[in-house]
């Protein structure tokens, strides 16, 4: 007997895909972009997490199993990439499709997982347990910690397919969100006395922003920021540090968009694959935004590996400015679509106006 499911699964990004998974006698068709349960159950490590950026659609030889099998005890895992929260989700919508228990079982290996790595200040670190250097920090980088506090959220919410969580966990879920959005709080930037954004990387001790890799220096995110938001308008009954959290935020997006000007890539023949990310003028381009910016100025900031803040995009080095995200178009749905509905939801009389 088999089962066909079709389920939400959220991705590191903050997006949501969709996927097909199919179960049945722990037989699993396998297809473009569809995981195979088998192969994420064969990398859940002993401590319940998950290690990133392996092929979660492989089907894995017989010898390659009995590999990880002697990997377990590694302490690579992590929720950088999406790792483990992705996984999670993934299992929780295999078990509702298919009732095998050995899905529930590693589903709540994994929430007992992310329960226990939470930081005394409510924060998430990028890796845990033995994470090293930048990877203990509070990580709102790639969206980590928002990932696991919006997977702890429908944990605690009883949202399909996670109603086979013990109420127990439901409420030790409950308790890490509250606890998590008392850390996300207390680390948004203040900028002349104003909530503004967040940096990639909070401090583990003070919750001051911090450095990540090289080229990522403590700044005010235009990124990691939005995704923050978006997790906070999910908050029934926002009191007043929550609106106001998420009021400066929006105000703080509107300071610093960047408008008349668009990223295009160039055929250049002198850098290497022969090609150049470039930053040109363009009045009718819709706004975009910094990956960083400066924590003083509200100036936009670009790095090579050398970590030397620069002010332009062509300063910085071929390699960094074109294997890395430094200019998108981050909060244009947030602004144009999200906050709307969020002000009509919370605000009585609103009119779902973002201007």
């Known amino acids: 007997m088999r089962y066909l499911r079709e389920a939400k699964i959220e991705s590191g990004q903050g997006m949501r895909r969709t996927f097909l998974?199919?179960?049945g006698l722990w037989s699993y068709a396998c297809a473009d972009d569809v995981p195979v349960v088998e192969t994420v159950l064969a990398y859940q490590r002993d401590s319940g997490g998950w290690p990133k950026n392996y092929d979660r659609k492989r089907i894995l030889t017989t010898s390659e199993?009995?590999?990880?099998?002697?990997?377990?005890?590694?302490?690579?895992?992590?929720?950088?990439?999406?790792?483990?929260?992705?996984?999670?989700?993934?299992?929780?919508?295999?078990?509702?499709?298919?009732?095998?228990?050995?899905?529930?079982f590693a589903a709540l290996r994994g929430i007992d997982y992310l329960l226990k790595g939470q930081l005394d200040n409510g924060g998430w670190p990028q890796k845990f347990p033995e994470g090293r250097g930048y990877a203990r920090e509070v990580t709102f980088n790639d969206n980590a910690m928002v990932g696991v506090m919006n997977l702890l959220k429908d944990i605690a919410d009883n949202t399909l397919p996670f109603d086979f969580v013990p109420s127990s966990v439901r409420g030790r879920s409950a308790s890490a969100v509250k606890r998590g959005i008392s850390c996300v709080l207390k680390s948004q930037i203040l900028v002349d006395g104003v909530p503004a954004s967040w940096c990639a990387q909070h401090d583990r001790r003070t919750l001051a922003p911090c450095r990540g890799r090289s080229y990522e220096l403590p700044s005010l995110s235009g990124s990691e920021s939005v995704g923050i938001?978006?997790?906070?308008?999910?908050?029934?009954?926002?009191?007043?540090?929550?609106?106001?959290?998420?009021?400066?935020?929006?105000?703080?997006f509107k300071?610093?968009?960047?408008r008349g000007i668009r990223l295009e890539r160039k055929i250049e023949g002198i850098h290497p694959g022969g090609m150049d990310t470039v930053v040109v003028r363009d009045p009718g381009a819709p706004s975009l935004w910094a990956r960083f910016y400066d924590l003083h100025s509200n100036k936009p900031i670009f790095s090579s590996r050398d970590g030397v803040p620069r002010a332009n995009l062509a300063e910085i080095s071929h390699e960094r400015r074109n294997g890395y995200s430094w200019l998108g178009p981050y909060a244009r749905v947030l602004l144009d679509e999200d906050l709307p509905r969020w002000r009509a939801r919370n605000t009585p009389g609103a009119h779902g106006s973002a201007k």
């Open 65 to 104: 199993q009995r590999q990880l099998q002697k990997q377990r005890a590694q302490a690579d895992t992590t929720i950088d990439n999406g790792a483990t929260y992705t996984e999670i989700r993934l299992l929780a919508a295999a078990f509702d499709a298919s009732g095998e228990p050995k899905l529930k």
């Open 229 to 252: 938001v978006r997790f906070l308008m999910r908050i029934e009954k926002p009191d007043p540090n929550v609106r106001r959290a998420i009021e400066g935020a929006i105000a703080w």
């Open 21 to 23: 998974i199919i179960v």
């Open 255 to 258: 300071r610093v968009q960047l």
